[in-house]
Nanobody
């Protein structure tokens, strides 16, 4: 399975921005659909964003639409999550996930769709 390592989390004030990165161990990174999920204390893991293998198709949770942007650089085996206008309710551990397959559209929105996961990175937004 592909190994995933997230980075870029931290403590910021409401309204600030952060960019998360997720580096994959495989040079076949381009055959994977990628996703970002998050889990707040006492809550279930929830979908944030997903991107297909080419980067031309993305999908977002309603709660982050217009504020977060998922992108990928297949030459660097890395997927990103640009988070703008952060809110306290965005506080969570953020995980990236991978699913092998060249899906034409970004339709994978369930954690059950993904087989490989990173260890997570903490994002804390203070009010």
């Amino acid at each position: 399975q592909v190994q995933l390592v997230e980075s870029g989390g931290g403590l910021v004030q409401a309204g600030a921005s952060l960019r998360l990165s997720c580096a994959a161990s495989e040079d076949t990174f381009s055959v994977y659909a990628m996703g970002w999920f998050r889990q707040a204390p006492g809550k279930e893991r929830e979908f944030v964003a997903t991107i297909n293998w080419s980067g031309f198709s993305t999908s977002y949770a309603d709660s982050v639409k217009g504020r977060f942007t998922i992108s990928r650089d297949n030459t660097k085996n890395t997927v990103y999550l640009q988070m703008n206008s952060l809110k306290p309710e965005d506080t969570a551990v953020y995980y990236c996930a991978a699913r092998r397959g060249r899906f034409s559209t970004a339709t994978l929105t369930s954690s059950a769709d993904f087989g490989s996961w990173g260890q997570g990175t903490q994002v804390t937004v203070s009010s």
